[in-house]
């Protein structure tokens, strides 16, 4: 029996897993691949059977995962990044939110055949569109930075929203509906209070905790994830469910306390999150009987579905950002994009079964119900965003482009090199001095610390796909490769500096914390700009079918450093990446190199002007 466990265990865990990898090695939307492996492990092989396996274990083991998984969405909610997008954002959840709710409860009501109860409980968790699978949609789609951020910001925010909805419902349900007495819902009111309140009391708590020095770096983010579960239990001891609202709480407290910590936290938070949000899914989906899975899919389900892509979320929409100052192409956009997620099947399942115990037996067709509009919603909406945003005008168009941290002579001359090949740049530095020849040069600057947050709301990253470290500092380079590299992708990180960690000489870092090695020779900085100002140049040479990119590895001078290579399509190729890829007929090579003697002379001529 034990051996058994422990092998459903491992199971859902290798599903999850390699469901979460065809997801990024195929570019197809997470949701789908977990969904499907859960389903052929289940229903259809039957090699997992949830309930029967995991038996008074399941419920608790997924209530847990929920909130975590909730925490984790408080976690991201920073009320600063909001200011761009504020009235948008509040509109869609003071306005929209509910519209939504009320539209989708009598749709639920009279389309699709469910008792008021069920109706309005679901309708309150279909609000939610889901941050974990829109994000990965918003990467992929480069939409310009308003409507990605409304659309973030508006799951981020309906997550908990939607978890409420449905404590409030379900309470009222099980309290009896129209019979309850008016104590019970007050007491109801009164709990969801405290629970929200301890939540912000335990979030300040953990902050002067850390603040003090009275846990350990090492123990911070362990500490951290105790208290969330300490937080969970406590609150379902005084009511039933109200523990979500604690968690996140807990989560948008931390989030906007800017203690120094939070960064590592959040990215460990967001690494148990994609394992739980994995097993849940698997979980869920081996759990759904055939039986019920197909009774669901009647015409009564598949006319709630029209109604709910093409009525109740455009409607909401357009309502709701009246005076918004959205234009009509961005509001016709969020209006159609609106995928659900795993808080709303989490969730549905999580208080299905309870329903169903409180006299609700329509409360069975809930998960398979919220299984279909997330299918329905990722397929349609994961594989249209990007064409419709493309003819509405609202994606980041152009070749990838290059976000280069430290302004210096040789930055800038790298800058001017990309541009004249027509690659999108920025340069940014927190001395306005230093910015001075780029601006003269013509070069895109952005005055500022790039690890602030004032860069992350003023710079639409999405429209660049590496990022060069460059100033003069190696911690420092080193340090906004590090901090870069979940955004950008560690392999696209790039820095200036030793390209190796030697193990007999352990003043340099380790390659775990610092960026990939742009020059491969590891030359810094200051040794560049004295070879700029003895006159070395970055040389172009478009690659043909007679002089190839062998021809030019051994014809170009032995000192010179390749540095990238710019493909025909517009691609870019930096450092590690020309040995695993080589270049071809029509691509551009640039490297670093000295000049011949009449070159030299042009470039010390425009260096002196």
């Known amino acids: 029996m034990e051996e058994g466990l422990i092998l459903k265990i491992t199971a859902i865990s290798v599903l999850g897993m390699v469901a979460q990898w065809l997801a990024w090695r195929t570019q197809l939307p997470a949701i789908v691949l977990l969904s499907l492996a859960g389903l052929l492990a289940g229903p259809v092989l039957g090699v997992l059977h949830p309930?029967?396996?995991f038996g008074t274990l399941l419920q608790p083991m997924i209530s847990f995962a929920v909130a975590i998984i909730l925490f984790e969405g408080g976690l991201n909610l920073n009320f600063r990044e909001l200011r761009e997008t504020a009235v948008p954002v509040r509109r869609l959840v003071v306005v929209g939110g509910p519209l939504a709710w009320a539209l989708t409860t009598t749709a639920l009501l009279l389309v699709a055949g469910l008792s008021l109860p069920v109706a309005a409980l679901l309708g309150g968790i279909l609000v939610v569109t889901g941050p974990t699978v829109i994000l990965p949609m918003l990467r992929q789609a480069k939409l310009s930075s308003r409507p990605a951020s409304v659309l973030k910001w508006e799951g981020i925010v309906n997550d908990p929203i939607g978890a409420m909805a449905a404590v409030i419902v379900f309470e009222f349900a099980a309290l009896g509906g129209d019979h309850a007495p008016a104590s019970s819902f007050a007491w109801l009111l009164c709990a969801a209070a405290i629970?929200?309140?301890?939540?912000?009391?335990?979030?300040?708590?953990?902050?002067?905790?850390?603040?003090?020095?009275?846990?350990p770096e090492h123990l911070k983010a362990p500490t951290l994830l105790a208290v969330v579960l300490v937080g969970f239990v406590a609150a379902n001891q005084m009511k039933a469910e109200s523990g979500l609202l604690t968690v996140t709480a807990l989560g948008i407290t931390l989030a906007n306390a800017h203690f120094p910590s939070l960064e590592e936290m959040r990215r460990f938070k967001e690494n148990l999150s994609v394992i739980l949000v994995s097993a849940v899914f698997v979980l869920?989906?081996?759990?759904?009987?055939?039986?019920v899975l197909l009774g669901i899919l009647d015409w009564r389900v598949i006319a709630f579905i029209i109604l709910l892509l093409f009525v109740i979320r455009p409607l909401s929409i357009w309502i709701s950002t009246i005076g918004s100052g959205m234009t009509w192409q961005e509001r016709t956009l969020i209006g159609w994009i609106a995928?659900?997620?795993?808080?709303?099947?989490?969730?549905?399942?999580?208080?299905?079964?309870?329903l169903q115990h409180a006299g609700y037996p329509d409360a069975a067709a809930m998960v398979p119900l919220t299984f279909a509009i997330v299918f329905t919603t990722v397929l349609a909406h994961g594989f249209s965003i990007r064409p419709l945003a493309r003819r509405l005008g609202l994606v980041v168009t152009g070749r990838p482009g290059v976000l280069?941290?430290?302004?210096?002579?040789?930055?800038?001359?790298?800058?001017?090199?990309?541009?004249?090949?027509?690659?999108?740049?920025?340069?940014?530095?927190?001395?306005?001095?230093?910015?001075?020849?780029?601006?003269?040069?013509?070069?895109?600057?952005?005055?500022?610390?790039?690890?602030?947050?004032?860069?992350?709301?003023?710079?639409?990253?999405?429209?660049?796909?590496w990022i060069l470290a460059v100033s003069g500092n190696e911690a420092y380079n080193a340090f906004v490769c590090t901090h870069m590299a979940p955004q950008f992708g560690r392999e696209k990180t790039l820095q200036l500096g030793p390209h190796e960690f030697d193990e007999h000489e352990h003043r340099g870092f380790a390659a775990t914390a610092r960026g990939r090695t742009l020059i491969s020779s590891g030359t810094d900085l200051s040794v560049l700009e004295e070879r700029l100002d003895a006159g070395w140049i970055f040389q172009k040479t478009q690659l043909t079918e007679v002089y190839g990119w062998?021809?030019?590895?051994?014809?170009?001078?032995e000192e010179a450093e390749s540095l990238f290579v710019v493909r025909a399509n517009g691609d870019l190729l930096f450092g590690g990446h020309l040995e695993q890829t080589a270049p071809k007929t029509g691509d551009t090579a640039v490297s670093f190199a000295p000049a011949p003697a009449r070159a030299r002379r042009k470039a010390a001529a425009a260096l002196s002007e």
């Open 550 to 557: 062998d021809e030019y590895q051994s014809e170009r001078p």
């Open 404 to 465: 280069i941290v430290g302004a210096s002579k040789w930055s800038v001359a790298l800058a001017r090199t990309l541009i004249d090949l027509k690659v999108p740049v920025l340069l940014a530095d927190s001395n306005w001095h230093r910015l001075r020849p780029a601006r003269h040069a013509n070069v895109p600057t952005h005055f500022g610390e790039i690890l602030s947050e004032a860069a992350s709301y003023h710079i639409e990253l999405a429209r660049y796909t």
């Open 284 to 291: 869920l989906t081996a759990s759904l009987e055939p039986g």
């Open 51 to 53: 309930p029967a396996d």
């Open 195 to 215: 629970a929200v309140a301890g939540g912000v009391a335990l979030g300040k708590g953990v902050v002067e905790a850390f603040a003090r020095g009275l846990v």
């Open 339 to 354: 995928p659900r997620g795993v808080v709303a099947v989490a969730v549905s399942g999580f208080f299905g079964s309870r």
